[in-house]
């Protein structure tokens, strides 16, 4: 449908204006250029430089030999790059838990009547705007085991609590709740607009069915949704992979981190990355782990796309 | 168009090489003593940035030919951003450079080893050491810091225990840190800091007659079963519920739990004097003891040196400076106001600033100090270090398994070295 919906649009140009010139064509590529450009330079041509480094080994201060594939000999055999990728994966799936809260959220800031829904929204919004490092600072005292809020609350209810972010039973969940807490806004105000977008018949339609508010909201509401939402895991299981701010704030900076009894279930690949890169100077095999990062992003973004079919509902 | 772009490079390459022609022949004719230079200095502490540029200004009294531009850089970005600027061919002409990353900047040739001879008996021999690679000195020592225990007189006081003797033994230390622990108040005697192997654990190995690295810095020391004793005093600390437990000191830094009241004791440089003096709590309540000696009195001793880099476009200015920095005068400026400088004899001023402390304990360490452990790639197995000795720390692995993992893993990064 998209596809006829296009042509059409083309012949409408077309009828419009008989010849688009060559003269034309050509400023709109000088219209491009600078954004254009910009990609080539500082996106697309690191990411081949990238990809040609993770074939080298590099000196402390540059000058790199061509080594083949060694790097990646060495990433398969490592036991730290599998640590890194199950724990980068298991926050990737338990952050998914943050898109049906949103969509509940949603919903509940959606209902006709609800007062104050703008300081609402900005009170879900606001993470969203604040910097990842002061987010991570702020949870960092709040988990402290000794004297954060967290605890105390706990205590209160007669409950010792562990210490967070250095308990490795605790950690990673510790963490995805602050990675859902801080990204539940952005997601929230993109299924504002989904549901806005619903035709109002579609419920009146329903009600005279005689379905009530929550099957509506199963009925309607969800399938509905399911492109954005579709979106919105695309969005955010790529973020997650990505995963570095948060962790490096919260389990202390540089090699201190490497303390945290916790940071064996902390360690994402982009912080195995960074360490590799510019502590201890590997960056040939820093080149290879963010190369093998950007294959394991791609492989579940088709993945993901795969199996929409099973799930996505478009109008 | 493509006409006029290759005539235009013609006339850029013929204007470059004119000025590369003038510049040669400036310098043919001897004009250079005239001539106005400016050299870079990098530092990384912002609380040094006054007192080095008052350095600067009294160096260019006596080169008035000579400027310099101190460029501060935080120390968190320092190293990454030198580096950087090296690969590039940027690094300032003169810059801070400490011992873990000495070697690994020397062997590479991007410092300058000094050719002149020089009077190297005026700083600690230790220093000197740490500065020398292949047998050329590249630096000359600025200042030193070395390592005591601070501690909590009101603490002591609470719990009854005398203040440590200059001459205390591990077992003293042993002593008072079981009397002084209450877990009801939840005060620790001591935080086992896994972070600071400069104020722990190194300090400890050498007192119990390990090592960490064997002096051609081609083997670790940590299969030695005394320097696994060294590492013990510390595990045996946390066992014991003297130290809070490594969770605990993730969360909340032992500088902190010590600056709260909640552990008597601080093992610290010499440059937590700034800190302590000026923190509320502990400005009338701390004081300074030397380290406990195990089998033997030791310290760790570090300073940072100044070091030429070897592109500098200037080396003859650029040594006259670090001549100056590393001469008596500039120490004594840099003793009132700064940390110890390294130069012998210039220290008492700075030890003069706080009455109040026994900061002389610092200054006699240095007789029985040993030098920061460094290899060429030193940050690689400081990071296996931290790797391996966390699961010792937490208990989860014996220290004996933990320290010969470490071993293992250490000796095969120094054979990529």
New interface residues.
Partial sequence: MTATAEKRLTRAAHAARRRPSRTEALWGYVFIAPTGLGLAVFYLWPVLQTAYFSFTEWGAFGGHTWTGPANYARLVADPEVGRAVLNTLAYTGLGLVGIPLAIVFAALLNLPGLRGVAVYRTAFFLPVVTMPVAVAMLWRWLYNGDYGLVNQVLALVGVDGPNWIADPATAMYALVVVGIWSSIGYNLIIFLAGMQAIPKELYEAAGLDGAGRVRQFFSVTLPMLSPTAFFISIVSVIGSLQLFDLVFVMTGSGQAARANPAYSRLQTVVQLFYERAFVTDDRGYAAAIVIALLLLIAALTVLQFRLQRRWVHYV | MWKSARSGAALLCAALLASACAGGEQAGTGARSQEKVTLSYGVWDATQQAVMQELAAEFTKTHPNIAVDVQVTPW?DYW?KL?AA???GAAPDVFWMNGPNFQ?YAS?G?IKPIEEQVDTSVYPKSLVGLYTYDGKLYGLPKDMDTIGVWYNKTLFDAAKVKYPAADWTWADFKAAAAKLTDAKK?VHAIGAQ??SFQEYQYNTIYQAGGHVISPDGRKSGYDDPKTIEGLRFWTDLIAAGQSPD???M???APIQLFEAGKLAMYWGGSWDVAEFTKNDYTKDKVDVAPLPKGEKQATIIHGVANVMSAKTEHPAEAWEFVKFLGSKPAADLLGKKGPIPAYNGTQSAWAAAHPELKLQVFLDAVSYAVPYPVSK?T??W??AE??HL?KA??G?VPIEKAAADLAAGMNELLAKE
């Fill in positions: 968190a990454t580096k090296v690969t590039g690994l590479n991007v939840g896994l972070t490594l969770k605990t993730t969360d909340t790639n940050a690689a400081q990071e931290l790797t966390t720390w937490t989860e």
